[in-house]
């Protein structure tokens, strides 16, 4: 099953379930699901930011496995962060994010 | 000695851009409008005028809802406002996006489509203005 993920709300979703549940069964390859794509709203944009020791993992892990890390433009606009996001890392909208992932589409997007 | 398009640029954030261009994208056209502008992926913008005394007296826009396109027209109209016609206006991109730092290199073709509608609507203000 192929999966994306939409972190949109904040308090602990990227330090503990994106940080501590989902990323380490990525590096182990013990997910249980394919992930296609993740997409940030809000201050969950600032895991993307270079230099994040979570955000800098989680590129590694999209690389190997040719996940979409996508940051909400408006978000990230509001954040003055927009143009300090990891390398490759794009901003965008819903347009942005559903073609990007036209290629691969997931067969559930998952909203934490 | 100083003009507007070489002086020191001062960078404006482009989430304040945003916000106005988001309240003047709502207001009704102007007499002069310029053709719409779109790119390949279907984004588009259009430019309208009213042009007093050889002045731009005022400027509106409509766009395709994407913050990045809104924000580069609303600091184009307010780079213009009030600017001279028989001057000529600020239409360059490296000026765009010098004054909107914030733009990642992924989303500056945004500011080359805010660019060519503003264009087309210069050339249709000239147009209008020499029937």
Redesign the interface.
């Known amino acids: 099953m192929k999966v994306a993920y939409i972190f949109a709300t904040q308090k602990h979703t990227v330090s503990y379930v994106l940080g501590r549940m989902i990323l380490p069964q990525l590096e182990e390859g013990r997910h249980g699901a394919t992930v296609v794509g993740m997409f940030f709203f809000e201050d969950n944009n600032y895991v993307l930011l270079q230099g994040n020791p979570i955000g800098e993992r989680l590129q590694r892990v999209a690389s190997t496995n040719s996940i979409l890390l996508m940051g909400c433009?408006?978000c990230c606009?509001?954040r003055?962060i927009?143009?300090r996001?990891l390398d490759g890392v794009?901003?965008g909208?819903f347009p942005d994010l559903y073609?990007a992932l036209a290629d691969n589409m997931p067969d559930q997007i998952i909203t934490l | 000695m100083s003009c507007r398009a070489c002086a020191k640029v001062e960078p404006w954030?482009?989430?304040a851009c945003?916000e106005r261009g988001l309240a003047r994208r709502r207001l009704p056209p102007l007499a002069h409008a310029g053709r719409r502008v779109a790119a390949a992926?279907g984004q588009w913008a259009c430019f309208t005028l009213a042009v007093a005394d050889n002045r731009l007296a005022e400027i509106r826009f409509n766009a395709s809802?994407?913050?990045?396109l809104i924000?580069c027209c609303e600091a184009l109209a307010e780079l213009n406002q009030s600017a001279r016609l028989d001057v000529t206006p600020i239409v360059d991109t490296a000026v765009l996006l010098a004054r909107l730092?914030?733009?990642?290199a992924?989303?500056q073709e945004r500011a080359v489509l805010a660019v060519a509608a503003w264009r087309a609507a210069l050339a249709a203000s000239t147009t209008m203005r020499a029937v």
């Open positions: 433009d408006q606009y509001e003055d927009a143009d996001l794009p901003i909208c073609g | 954030s482009v989430f945003l992926d809802p994407c913050s990045t924000a730092p914030g733009i990642p992924s989303k």
